[in-house]
């Protein structure tokens, strides 16, 4: 059983649209999340972390957590075409010795 | 700050050849793992390290073996490399405690092929 849960897309949004990217979690010990965004052949880079019920905004992005219903969403508003890339979500569980569980992505392309 | 870094970036290996993947982080981060990255997939967890001198198996541990003697370095080898081990590989590291996640950094990749 998938611990960490993403649509495969792709996701394609229009230039200047919000794109809305979704991801589940089984494991309700999971403390914090992480969203990576990944161009194609490179390496995942870190786009912001939440660990809190709620919204947490940094620039053009807010991550969601909804503990209660296992969930995790990245809004990315003013979608550009630089943002079209592979989403990873990864969860933290707290005791695991530091081990990140993540999803296997959902690819967004943002359209002109 | 470099970073972290890997070596080599390719490399071609045919069935039953050995190799060890380099990686190194000038960030003193205590923690530090070896991901693989099949195409259309997630990352999955090879082994990680929480500090010199100890490692622990991850998710898909079979036919690699790690070692870590210093905080900077965390090699991976590949012993009678199989076509299935074809991946790109990547190294991570961060600072983190038992109860306390912080980001992991990741090197650029290798990207391995084995024939």
């Known amino acids: 059983q998938k611990e960490v849960e993403q649509n495969s897309g792709p996701l394609s949004v229009p230039e200047g649209a919000i794109a809305s990217l979704n991801c589940t979690y089984s494991d309700r010990g999971s403390q914090s999340f992480f969203w990576y965004r990944q161009y194609s052949g490179k390496s995942p880079e870190l786009i912001m972390f939440i660990y809190s019920n709620g919204d947490k905004e940094d620039g053009r992005f807010t991550a969601q957590l909804n503990k209660a219903s296992q969930y995790v969403s990245l809004l990315i508003r003013d979608s550009q075409p630089s943002d079209s890339a592979t989403y990873l979500c990864a969860s933290w569980v707290t005791g695991t010795a530091s081990k990140l569980t993540f999803g296997t992505g959902t690819r967004l392309q943002v359209t002109l | ?115």
């Open chain 2, 1 to 115: 700050n470099a970073g972290v870094t890997q070596t080599p970036k390719f490399r071609i290996l045919k069935i039953g050849q050995s190799m060890t993947l380099q990686c190194a982080q000038d960030m003193n981060h205590n923690y530090m793992y070896w991901y693989r990255q099949d195409p259309g997939m997630g990352l999955k967890l090879i082994y990680y390290s929480v500090g010199a001198g100890i490692t622990d198996k991850g998710e898909v541990p079979n036919g690699y073996n790690v070692s870590r003697s210093t905080t900077e370095d965390f090699p991976l080898r590949l012993e009678l490399a199989a076509p299935s081990q074809t991946s790109v590989y990547f190294c991570a590291s961060s600072y983190s405690t038992a109860g306390y996640q912080e980001t992991q950094y990741f090197g650029p990749g290798t990207r391995l092929l084995v024939l």
